[in-house]
């Protein structure tokens, strides 16, 4: 009788413990369960362009670089950007230090070493010599370099440009006056 008193006593506290530790874990489920950017490599990105093309973005970083991290930490969890890009690119992840040889556009690049460190040849290509970390190729449908963004985005800012050059507006509008009517159109 004295075990049923104290269970009893102690019912609505462990009721409490239990609801809450299955509310903490159906968080921990659900931020698993949250939506990323669809990352591939260049050969998955190339195979992806014969059945479906698309723009690519790539995101050029190093393993050392503070800025590409708090990218990764930051814009690109943000939702609206995950299901933006995943739309509308293909997204490659890039490291500027890798080692493997790249075959991409029927060429093959190589890691070049140099200094401490080294750059991959492709990095080189793709960014037009400007090498900074992070930076993200905007390429074309035909895989050609429309224009590498240097430096850490915030949320917005990233918005604004990846919706600039997925939508075409690079053909026909300075970055200036789409940026004037983008944020406008945002404020709405």
Not at 28 to 53: G, H, P, R, T
Request: aromatic share 14%; glycine share 4%.
């Amino acid at each position: 009788m004295n075990r049923l008193r104290t269970f009893s006593k102690h019912y609505p506290l462990s009721l409490l413990v239990l609801f809450s530790l299955t509310l903490l874990t159906g968080s921990c489920y659900a931020q698993d369960k949250q939506e990323k950017i669809n990352w591939v490599n260049w050969d998955e990105a190339q195979s992806l362009m014969k059945k479906q093309k698309r723009k690519i973005l790539v995101d050029v970083y190093t393993d050392w670089c503070g800025w590409c991290k708090r990218m990764d930490a930051s814009t690109f969890q943000d939702p609206k950007i995950v299901k933006y890009v995943n739309k509308n690119y293909y997204a490659v992840k890039f490291n500027a230090e890798q080692k493997e040889d790249i075959n991409f556009k029927s060429k093959i690049y190589k890691f070049m070493p140099q200094g401490n460190r080294g750059v991959h040849q492709l990095a080189i290509e793709i960014t037009n010599g400007q090498l900074s970390y992070p930076t993200f190729v905007f390429m074309d449908e035909d895989l050609n370099t429309i224009q590498p963004v240097p430096g850490y985005q915030d949320v917005d800012t990233f918005e604004m440009i990846s919706n600039y050059f997925a939508g075409n507006h690079y053909k026909t509008t300075p970055y200036q006056n789409f940026q004037e009517k983008f944020r406008t159109s945002m404020k709405k």
